[in-house]
């Protein structure tokens, strides 16, 4: 078993948190801003988060969730081998664990549009797939 690149796991960590970050902000910001103030329009949604550093944890999660993604793919891709394909069925497998359960929650029990829980899933799941690509893409063994 080759050893593995730590240099090329944070590289791939950086550059997969960048792509989940744009995917992230346009789900959120162009796609359901309009979402998010019709729910605080009929007080469904808070106007001010309680947590006032709200985005930097968010942007913070992204980039801990791609280096998991990535030492996950690292660590697969001797059973499954290396290349897209077994990126992403890691991301996948992570994206669907992190994103489906909690929207489906929301969506069935929430009073705001299921428009909003659908947008969160799409963005963990499709930015979980779209982070694991890239780092793939950029991971080389030592």
Known sequence: MAAVSTRRVALGTLAGGVVWGI???VINMVILAPKYAEAQ???LFLVEPRYP?????????LFLLTYILTWVYVSVRSTLG???ITALRVGLL???MSGFPLSLSLATWA???RAIPLGWMLDLWVGAVLATL???WLYKEA
């Open 94 to 96: 992570v994206g669907f």
């Open 23 to 25: 995917w992230s902000t």
């Open 41 to 43: 329009k009929q007080n």
């Open 53 to 61: 550093l709200f985005i930097a944890y968010w942007f913070v999660m």
């Open 82 to 84: 290396p290349g897209p």
């Open 111 to 113: 009073p705001f549009s």
């Open 134 to 136: 890239v780092s793939a």
